[in-house]
């Protein structure tokens, strides 16, 4: 499968074949969002840590592993209970092969990263079944913050690629959506391969019982819906989107179903989203228990989303099959910059050709 | 007085008239890096602050106004006693005429920014009259983070300015030159038209007396320099302009006498300075009561030391003039922006053209 010249980049729901070439790069960057919401500390929501307690430390370590190819706050690279790798393996395989810079931005983190960040000031998100998730001036602060950032990097960049890590996210990205009139339930992804739907809707449901808001009821209000239901991510990726775009730059989404919530927000602002694409890996695309087509498609017909066939299927390494299995999917990034870094390479580099490279760091990042 | 078809920068202390086109600039990245040094708060050594339980508010609020054309920390914009205004509103301007992009890096302020900033996670600088400024590891982890960083704007970017505001690093700089054998003394700048030379000689002195080190005894071990009579920024600035040239990039230290230190800092860990230049303000350059050229050619002869001339002297605002007068001088990479500003736009602007922006932005900042 290919589009154009890339191969191994599959568009998901566009019918011009002119898209791709849109998004073409010479000069991209990679911002990393971390953040920590203490929905991820409900058992059962996330495998993003190796137990909840370590929860907390992913996406520090996750960004550690970008810039060291091991990590610092912990000993080993953040990993599930039984033995599957971040995808940060991916972004940084990514990043290395075609020398795309990047930055980790902290929104919120509750265990700081040993490396150079850019801070946001934000403190960690609540567990959204209280109905109350981010202070309201943080949830400002963050888009604020972003919108900088965003526009000095549009300076120097021609297209900005945002990731983010924050385990749990998918579920702060329900309460989001269905707050804002979305129909989100059942559409999004997990790092699970059985998607605990069941309990992902009943602790928005909760939080939206104490918050007192239904289906819909703050379509007009996104930052207050965030506020409620939301995670610190969310608005500082919003706000570093609008200052790309506001700058006349161009932003790929680089993650799976939470991006969505990024999209509607900028929608309800009235933002063009010409500007703006997602891309992901195929393992969310091909996900049988959540639909990112569908649930881009109910909020814009306008953004293409783009998905990466990283053949992780014929790794020889079981820990890299399992992501072809439903583990993971996605994260980091990880699907945005395999896409970048082919794009940027002008096809010289594939799908197949990053998981021989994903492999070689695999092999050195469980050695450490 | 020009250089080449550049009007208004002056080439200080080299012969080939080819050297500016060295650092000619499609795409250059300003990086401000913030600091502070409990130095600054003996009395009579800095104006950088309305007083001196203000200064260290200093270098936030002054990134402040980069990005907001007002402070948010304190009320207004930082100001001498009498009103002169902070170099900050010569970096605002040049930084908007030509769309230089910049980011903030926070080295250790006492008093953090309202904005998006770059941590590199240190602490404040003691007083270095006790002989024991920065703590080692804080020495080697902003030396480390400033690599990481200059490697990603590297990749971006094909001129990264550096400069500093910190008040008191004069002293600070002082006290690192003398350690590695470099004879500074009354060869660095001041804030104050009066250099208070016995002051920083005294101070520096005690220091180095309480430490027991005496000139050049850390010739060998800058790292050991910093950590005994350095601030925060030394390293950081040091370590960001390593990570850029080690990946083949070009350095401007936006900067007056201080950034001398990051010279024989980079020389004494025997890498190349090829690709290194200094930019500063006329206003150094011809400074009566220091030697900004002497002092770099005692480390390197190569490294091309640029002045820009702001014509401050005919500006129609009094606090304008002051700068031509000898008050402030340079600060907050001023002189740096301002030289990138007329290299980026191929000359279309120069320092007439600055002074006159510079003027505008004065009213509104005033004003506010």
New interface residues.
Partial sequence: MHEGEYYDIIRLNQSSPSLLNKFSTT?P?FICVISHTETSEIPGITIAGENTDLVKYTSAADSEFL?YGHCKCINNIPITPDGKPTPAIITRTALQLT?????I??AGTKI?P????????LEPGKNIKFGKAVDINHVIKAFN??V??GK??A???DLVVIGESIPGGTTTALGVLIALGVDAKFKLSSSLPINPHSLKNRIVTEGMKKAEVYFGGLKDDPFKAISLFGDPMIPSVAGLADGVISSGGRVMLAGGTQMSTVVVILKSFQRSLDNICIGTTSYIAGDQSSDLVDLVKSISKNVPIFAVDLHMNESSKSGLRAFAKGFVKEGVGAGGISITSILKSKGRINGTFLLKAIEREYDIAIEK
């Fill in positions: 000069n960057i810039y020398d795309i810079p990047f930055l931005v902290d700081k040993f490396i150079p960040y850019v801070s946001f000031d913050y972003g900088i950032l000095q990097l300076k120097s960049n």
